[in-house]
């Protein structure tokens, strides 16, 4: 069994790559890295944990819930996520461990948030439909998009990415409202707060969710809540899929209720070919993807290395990126 003090800080990264940034960072300490390979799946994940004494993992979109921390060993101190979200992490195992649980919420803020602004114009605009159209030999010129210009975006989560997206918005001219219970309004930025959904909804021509992925969160927008929409309007997701029920949003495009919306994520992953919504031309679509540009993967796997370092090693840590916090009870923040 080795010793902390001849062997390396072994961290485990649930993704055949990370970024440079965050391999500089994890190499600059002397760490053992350990990457899984491409389909190697939860599988690989578990035979990893039983087989390795594993400081610290780095989470990206592989599950990691109750098996894995019974495959852990006693060395096992954090896991941080690669992104924001932390719904693939079974936060109550972590915790009944006294295992800190951190995201890295500004790594990926912005290339998501622009992402965002991609697909209500993507939607907006029938880019997609366009495209194939031409590239199928039909020059048609009929159809009207929407201006975003003078239209208002309702925001659903007004965290950094939120901010980010209504910076982007009001550069475009639209106006911007958002409904956030724990956040503040920023200074300097022209965005209205609402106090709840039922404010917000029928007036947003844009619905636009920034919010992760809870047990109070999921199925957030349903039926009611997309009947609630004012007639034409475009739903933008790229939170989580779970927030927004599926079967009503192809339900509300549809009956024309909707006229498209702009999807990054979904319940199921990867969605499957079969899937309603792959039938739907007023429905744009990228593979969960919005964290992924160079920059994104560089700041994003580098806070995530930072974060799994100051946990293993006692530094301080900023107790608002840290899922329970009440594991950190014996680390300063």
């Known amino acids: 069994m080795r010793s902390a003090e001849r062997m390396p800080t072994t961290i485990l ?3 055949p790559a990370l970024a440079p940034a965050g391999l500089e960072v994890l190499q600059a300490e002397g760490c053992h890295v350990i990457l899984t390979s491409k389909g190697g799946g939860v599988p690989e994940v ?5 087989r390795e004494s594993v400081d610290g993992v780095i989470s990206r979109t592989l599950p990691f819930g109750a098996e894995a921390f019974a495959a852990a060993g006693p060395s096992l ?3 941080s996520r690669h992104g924001v979200g932390f719904d693939n992490v079974d936060v109550a195992a972590a915790t009944a461990r006294g295992i800190p649980v951190l995201i890295a919420p500004a790594g990926n803020g912005q290339s998501v948030a622009e992402l965002a602004i ?3 114009l993507a939607a907006a605009r029938r880019i997609t439909v366009q495209n194939a159209a031409i590239r199928a030999g039909t020059w048609d010129r009929s159809g009207n998009g929407l201006q975003l210009s003078g239209r208002t975006l309702g925001l659903v989560g007004f965290g950094g990415i939120g901010k980010a997206v209504a910076r ?6 639209m106006r911007v409202i ?10 300097g930025l022209a965005v209205e707060m609402v106090e709840d959904l039922a404010t917000l909804l029928p007036r947003s021509n844009f619905l ?10 999921r199925g957030l927008i349903g039926a009611a809540e997309l009947a609630a929409l004012p007639r034409g309007a475009v739903v933008v997701n790229t939170a989580r899929g779970g927030l927004v029920d599926e079967a009503a949003l192809v339900a509300a495009l549809a009956s024309s209720h909707l006229s ?4 990054d994520t979904f319940a199921t992953e990867p969605l499957p070919p079969t899937h309603p919504l792959c039938t739907r031309p007023d429905v744009v679509m990228t593979a969960h993807m919005g964290g992924s540009t160079d920059a994104a993967l560089d700041a994003t796997a580098r806070t995530a290395a930072l974060h799994a370092l100051a946990i293993i090693h006692g530094r301080p840590v900023d107790r608002a990126v840290c899922v329970n916090p009440e594991t950190l009870k014996d680390v300063r923040s």
């Open 178 to 187: 958002a409904f956030d219970p724990v956040a503040r309004p920023e200074p």
């Open 118 to 120: 991609g697909l209500m």
């Open 13 to 15: 990264v649930t993704v």
């Open 46 to 50: 578990l035979r990893h944990l039983a």
């Open 77 to 79: 101190k954090v896991v």
């Open 168 to 173: 982007g918005a009001l550069g475009l001219g």
């Open 260 to 263: 498209g919306a702009g999807l």
């Open 208 to 217: 636009s969710l920034h919010v992760p992925l809870t047990a109070q969160t």
